[in-house]
C-alpha cells in the first residue's frame, strides 16, 4: 500500500497561528505562477489545488518543488485512494475531501499524511475525527452558519473544526468566534475571471484584507 515517493510534511501549529486555507480550483496553467505569488506576497501559507483543475499533478508538482520555501501546498477534491496516491506522489503535503473516504483516511493515518475530509451532521463529523481527520472541513458552512459551530463544540470540544463553503471576509471572524479552528476561502479569492484576466494584484489584495483580518482577531487579549 506504502508507495510514497515523498514523505509529505504539513505543520499544524504552524497552521493554527494564521490558519486559512486558499482553495484553488481551475486555475489556467498559464497563471498559476502569478497566483501563487500573490498567495505568498499577500500573506497566505497553505494553499491546496483541486484535483478537478486541469492539469492538477502537474500544477501540484510543479507548485509544492517552486514554492517549497514559502507555501505548503495540498491536493483537495480528494475522492479516492487513487487519488491520493497521485496527489502525494506529485508532491501534495496534505489532503483535502469533500465528504469522508475510509481508504483515504486509512492511508493518511498509515502515512502520517494531515487529512482534511468533509462533514456536516454531528454524526458525520464525529466519524471523519474518529478516522483520523487532522480537522474536520464542515462543507458547506454557509448552509447551517456560524452558530453551528457553538453548538456542534458543546458535546465535541476536543474537535478542531474548519469552516468551508461560503466564507469570506464580511463573515470569517464569525466563524472564528462561534468555534472554528481554520477557515478555507476559495472562489472569493480566487476567482475565474482575476485568474483568466491574471488579475494578480486583486487577488494579493484580496488575500492580504482577509488573512490580516484573521491574524488581529487572533492578536488580540
Known amino acids: 500500500m506504502n508507495d510514497l515517493v515523498r514523505k509529505p510534511t504539513f505543520n499544524l501549529s504552524r497552521f493554527k497561528e494564521s490558519p486559512v486555507l486558499g482553495i484553488i480550483r481551475g486555475v489556467p496553467k498559464d497563471s498559476i505562477q502569478g497566483v501563487?505569488?500573490?498567495?505568498?506576497?499577500g500573506g497566505l501559507r497553505f494553499v491546496e489545488l483541486t484535483l478537478n483543475t486541469e492539469e492538477a499533478l502537474s500544477l501540484i508538482e510543479s507548485a509544492s518543488q517552486q514554492f517549497s520555501e514559502d507555501l505548503c501546498v495540498g491536493a483537495g477534491t480528494v475522492l479516492s485512494l487513487t487519488d491520493v496516491k497521485q496527489a502525494v506522489n506529485a508532491g501534495a503535503q496534505f489532503i483535502v475531501s469533500p465528504t469522508?473516504?475510509?481508504d483515504v483516511a486509512a492511508f493518511c493515518v498509515e502515512n502520517d499524511i494531515a487529512y482534511f475530509p468533509g462533514a456536516l451532521t454531528p454524526t458525520e463529523i464525529e466519524k471523519a475525527w474518529s478516522a483520523g481527520a487532522t480537522m474536520v472541513k464542515v462543507f458547506p458552512a454557509s448552509q447551517m452558519g456560524a452558530s453551528y459551530f457553538n453548538t456542534v463544540r458543546g458535546p465535541f470540544n476536543e474537535l478542531l473544526?474548519?469552516?468551508v463553503g461560503g466564507v469570506d471576509l464580511s463573515n470569517v471572524v464569525e466563524y472564528l468566534k462561534a468555534g472554528a479552528s481554520a477557515v478555507a476561502v476559495g472562489?472569493?479569492?480566487?476567482t475565474v475571471t482575476r485568474m483568466r484576466n491574471k488579475d494578480f494584484n486583486s487577488i494579493k489584495m484580496a488575500i492580504t484584507d482577509l488573512v490580516s483580518t484573521v491574524n488581529f482577531f487572533y492578536s488580540k487579549p
Open 187 to 190: 472562489g472569493s479569492l480566487f
Open 36 to 41: 501563487l505569488d500573490a498567495c505568498v506576497t
Open 161 to 163: 473544526l474548519m469552516a
Open 100 to 102: 469522508l473516504s475510509i
